[in-house]
C-alpha cells in the first residue's frame, strides 16, 4: 500500500503540472487568435481576404492573412490545427479528478455536514453533472435563444447560480466550488471536441475536393471560441481556489462565485473591445470597482 500511495503522489504531481501546462498553452492560443481576429484590418477589398495585419515577435516582422478562400492544396496537408491543448489539458485533468478527488471522494467530496452521501453515490452525481450540463449548454447553443445575445447571457448566469447553489448542497464546499469549474472547462473542451475541430475538418475535407465550405460552420465554431474565450478568467480563478479558503468555505460561496464570473467576463470583455480598437475604459473600471466593492462586503460580511 506504501508503494501504491507514493505512485499516487507522483501522478497527482505530473497531472498536476501537465494540467497546468496545457491549459496554458490552450489559453494561449485562445487570447491571440480572438485578439487577432478583432485587430486585423477588415478595409480590405479583396475577392480573397478579408483581414490583414502585422506581427512582430523576436526581431522579426510577420504578416497575417483571414481567407475568406481554402488555401493551395499543398498547404492543406501543412495546417497547423491547435486541438490537442485542449485534449490534454481535458485528459490529464480528469485523470487528475479520479487520482485525487475520486480516488478519495469519501473524504474529500463528501462532508456529512451538508449531505450524507456514499463515495459511489458522490462520483455518480460528479459525473452526471458535467454530463448534463454540457446537454442543456448544448441545447441552448443550438437554439434560437443563441441569436439573443441578452436571453443567453441572462440564462447562462441563470444557470449559472443554479448550478453553484445545488452543488453547495450535495458536495463539501471545496469540491462543490471546484464542480462549477470542472463544469465550465468540460464545456469548453466539449466546445472543442464535438464543433470546433469536426466544422474545421469539415472545411478543410471540403477544400481538399475543391468544394465551397459552408460558411455557418465557421460562425459556429467562432462562436464557440467566443464563449470558450469569455470562461477562461473565471475557470482560472476556480482553478486556483484552493489558495483562498476565505471565499471557498464562505456562506455564500456560490454567490460570490457568480459574481465574480460577471466580474470577469466584463474584464474580458474589456480587453475583446480593445482588440477591435474600441477602447472603453468604464468597462474596465467598472470590473474593478465592482471586485473592490464585492470583497469589501465579502470582509464585512465574514460566515
Given at each position: 500500500?506504501?508503494?501504491?500511495?507514493?505512485?499516487?503522489?507522483?501522478?497527482?504531481?505530473?497531472?498536476?503540472?501537465?494540467?497546468?501546462?496545457?491549459?496554458?498553452?490552450?489559453?494561449?492560443?485562445?487570447?491571440?487568435?480572438?485578439?487577432?481576429?478583432?485587430?486585423?484590418?477588415?478595409?480590405?477589398?479583396?475577392?480573397?481576404?478579408?483581414g490583414e495585419g502585422y506581427l512582430m515577435h523576436s526581431g522579426f516582422f510577420y504578416k497575417l492573412s483571414r481567407l475568406k478562400i481554402s488555401p493551395d492544396k499543398s498547404y492543406l496537408n501543412q495546417l497547423v490545427i491547435f486541438k490537442w491543448q485542449s485534449?490534454?489539458?481535458?485528459i490529464t485533468g480528469m485523470l487528475l479528478l479520479a487520482v485525487l478527488y475520486y480516488y478519495n471522494s469519501g473524504i474529500l467530496m463528501v462532508d456529512k455536514r451538508v449531505l450524507v452521501l456514499s463515495p459511489i453515490l458522490a462520483v455518480s452525481y460528479s459525473i452526471l453533472s458535467l454530463v448534463f450540463s454540457w446537454i442543456i449548454y448544448d441545447s441552448i447553443c443550438k437554439s434560437n435563444l443563441i441569436n439573443n445575445n441578452f436571453l443567453f447571457l441572462t440564462l447562462m448566469l441563470i444557470l449559472l447560480g443554479l448550478i453553484s447553489f445545488g452543488l453547495t448542497k450535495i458536495f463539501g464546499a471545496k469540491f462543490a466550488f471546484l464542480?462549477?469549474?470542472?463544469?465550465?472547462?468540460?464545456?469548453?473542451?466539449?466546445?472543442?471536441?464535438?464543433?470546433?475541430?469536426?466544422?474545421?475538418?469539415?472545411?478543410?475535407?471540403?477544400?481538399?475536393?475543391?468544394?465551397?465550405?459552408?460558411?455557418?460552420?465557421?460562425?459556429?465554431?467562432?462562436?464557440?471560441?467566443?464563449?470558450?474565450?469569455?470562461?477562461?478568467?473565471?475557470?482560472?480563478?476556480?482553478?486556483?481556489?484552493?489558495?483562498?479558503?476565505?471565499?471557498?468555505?464562505?456562506?455564500?460561496?456560490?454567490?460570490?462565485?457568480?459574481?465574480?464570473?460577471?466580474i470577469s467576463a466584463l474584464g474580458r470583455h474589456y480587453f475583446n473591445l480593445r482588440g477591435r480598437n474600441i477602447n472603453k475604459p468604464s468597462i474596465l473600471f467598472t470590473s474593478i470597482f465592482a471586485l473592490i466593492i464585492l470583497a469589501s462586503v465579502i470582509f464585512l460580511f465574514k460566515s
Open positions: 500500500m506504501e508503494a501504491l500511495a507514493y505512485a499516487l503522489k507522483w501522478s497527482e504531481a505530473i497531472l498536476r503540472w501537465g494540467h497546468v501546462l496545457f491549459a496554458i498553452l490552450w489559453v494561449g492560443n485562445s487570447f491571440l487568435f480572438n485578439y487577432l481576429d478583432n485587430k486585423l484590418n477588415k478595409n480590405i477589398s479583396s475577392k480573397d481576404i478579408d485534449y490534454l489539458t481535458f464542480s462549477v469549474g470542472l463544469i465550465i472547462g468540460t464545456n469548453m473542451f466539449a466546445n472543442v471536441f464535438t464543433v470546433i475541430i469536426p466544422n474545421q475538418m469539415n472545411i478543410i475535407n471540403s477544400s481538399k475536393k475543391n468544394q465551397k465550405f459552408d460558411m455557418s460552420l465557421s460562425l459556429a465554431a467562432k462562436q464557440r471560441s467566443i464563449h470558450n474565450n469569455y470562461s477562461t478568467f473565471l475557470v482560472l480563478f476556480i482553478m486556483l481556489s484552493g489558495h483562498y479558503s476565505f471565499i471557498v468555505y464562505h456562506k455564500y460561496n456560490w454567490l460570490i462565485l457568480c459574481l465574480i464570473g460577471v
